[in-house]
């Protein structure tokens, strides 16, 4: 079980997407979620998203997995990151379980590095929130504030800065905690080797949500409202205010409405940036064999990394799960909430929820669709 060592209500009002904050000691004797052998063996699989950073004077070099061995980097100034150790090591569930005090939609995945003395990424902004945390060895961190930073080597699609000034200037050491909002600079260097832990938050840019609205109107043939006017300018050549503003109010229009934006947003949210170890059974459940599993002792497993939202307010009885809309019958919400917020149910739960013929019914096309699976 991990259990942080902070008042979330404090980190809340007082840090989260205001300003970062060096937790020391906030995961009492952390034990690492996987030993760095394990870690090089998930990199080895191709679908599993690695790289390897390699620190040069002055300069990185970005090596794209899977790796078949790591000899070629030698014994320092590299690191090795593991994208959404979450999809592929059920262990690290109760991990990501203590970070649930942000909603699940925010959350992207849980990275994890395992990188030798002198291994770093260099001084950089992010766009997302991050948690760092430390596992085995010792790296130094140094956070500066908000500001204009010149970009690395003056390329503007770079991350990278040239540098900052630093208001934290740390050494991290296991079961600390480094919260970083977006658009703080920061930098990592590795003193020993070091396991660390990036727990990583995203939110939709403008530019996203517009783009997926638009993909919505157009699949669902809808949006067809035009322009139309009371009044015409007397210059031909000349767009008025008045017809700027109205034209912009129809889009302000289908942003108001949650007929339109709802469907959008669940399915937009839900999906992963991160591949999914689906567990497609090879021949479809039926609910005999799911009243078979749960009579031997089986339990109920969600796959790692997978999202199931629900909206508030929402027209509709349904769930959103990785980019799709199931919808369920109301009588069965209690048990629909609990499939939502629980990622593991053990036998007697799995009993109780197969009960209901509706929730049976539910579980048994999530099952189906190797989104849920059955284990010890």
Known sequence: MFSLNFDISEFLTQYWQKKPILIKNAFPNFEDLISADELAGLACEEAVASRVVVTKPDD?????????DYEQFGEKNWQLLVQALNHWHPDSAEFINAFRFIPDWRFDDLMVSFATPGGGVGAHIDNYDVFIIQGEGQRHWTVG???QYAPKNNDPTTPLIEGFEPIIDVVLEKGDLLYIPP????????????????????APSQQELFSEMADALIDTNTGLKRFTSSDEPKIASQISSSHQQDLMALITELAA??????????KMLSQNRFELDICEPEEAYT????????AQGAQLYRIGGLK??????????????????????AAIETEVQQLCERFTFDNQQTAMLIQTPATQALILDLLNRGYFYFGE
């Open 60 to 68: 990185w070099q970005i090596i794209e997995g899977p790796f078949e």
């Open 145 to 147: 504030d908000k500001g």
């Open 183 to 202: 658009g703080f600079p920061h930098q990592g260097q590795t003193l020993t080797l070091a396991m660390s832990y990036s727990i990583g938050f995203r």
């Open 257 to 266: 409405n949650p007929e339109y934006y709802q469907a959008m947003l669940g």
């Open 287 to 294: 609910a005999e064999d799911m009243s078979d599993y749960v």
């Open 308 to 329: 199931l939202l629900k909206l508030e307010d929402d027209s509709i009885s349904r769930i959103f799960v990785n980019g799709e809309a199931i919808e369920y019958s």
